[in-house]
C-alpha cells in the first residue's frame, strides 16, 4: 500500500513536535545543566562582632565574588588599626554572634603589619555554599591581643 507524502509529513510533524514538547518540559537540573550565578560578597569587620566582643580600633573588609557552577570563592580582605600584626586569619560557618566551624586558614605569611590585605580563592562544598548564601558566614583576624579574633564580618551575598 502506498502512503502518501502528506501521510509521511504528518507522522514527522507529528514526532517534531512530541520531541519538542519532551525536551522543552525538561528542567535544567534534569538534563544536566546548572545555572552559573555569580555573587558579590563583602563584610565589614570590627571588634564588637568578634566572639567574645572587644573595644579594639581595628577595622576589616571583605570583597569578592562566588560562583555557584565553579563553587569558587574568589576575595580580598584588607584590615586597618589592628593591636599589631594578624597571626592568623580565615573564613568560618557561624551566625552573627556565635562561634564557627572552619572553612579555610588564610596563610598571612610574614613581615605583616597592623594594616594590610590578602587575597584567597577557596572551594565551597554544598553545605558551606548553603550557609554563605544564608549569610551565616563569616571572616576573622586574629591578633597577639586578641586570639579569639580581633576583627569579625559577617559575609553578605548579593546576586549580580
Same mark, same amino acid.
Given at each position: 500500500m502506498k502512503q502518501s507524502i502528506g501521510s509521511k509529513a504528518l507522522v514527522m510533524f507529528s514526532f517534531l513536535i512530541a520531541s519538542s514538547l519532551l525536551v522543552t518540559?525538561? %528542567?535544567? !537540573?534534569?538534563?544536566?545543566? =546548572?545555572?552559573?550565578i555569580t555573587y558579590n560578597l563583602s563584610g565589614n569587620a570590627n571588634g564588637s562582632q568578634a566572639t567574645?566582643?572587644? +573595644? !579594639?580600633?581595628?577595622?576589616? +573588609?571583605?570583597?569578592g565574588t562566588y560562583r555557584t557552577q565553579t563553587k569558587v570563592m574568589t576575595y580580598t580582605s584588607t584590615w586597618s588599626n589592628l593591636s599589631g600584626a594578624p597571626v592568623t586569619g580565615g573564613l568560618f560557618i557561624g551566625a552573627i554572634g556565635q562561634v564557627g566551624t572552619s572553612i579555610?586558614?588564610? =596563610?598571612?605569611?610574614?613581615n605583616l603589619s597592623a594594616s594590610g590585605?590578602? !587575597?584567597? !580563592? =577557596? %572551594?565551597?562544598?554544598?553545605?558551606q555554599e548553603a550557609q554563605l548564601l544564608a549569610g551565616k558566614c563569616y571572616y576573622l583576624l586574629s591578633t597577639s591581643a586578641y586570639a579569639s579574633g580581633e576583627v569579625r564580618g559577617q559575609i553578605t551575598a548579593s546576586k549580580q
Open positions: 518540559s525538561c %528542567t535544567k !537540573s534534569e538534563v544536566g545543566i =546548572t545555572a552559573d567574645p566582643a572587644n +573595644n !579594639s580600633n581595628g577595622s576589616g +573588609n571583605m570583597s579555610t586558614t588564610w =596563610t598571612l605569611g610574614s590585605s590578602v !587575597s584567597v !580563592s =577557596t %572551594t565551597l562544598n554544598a553545605e
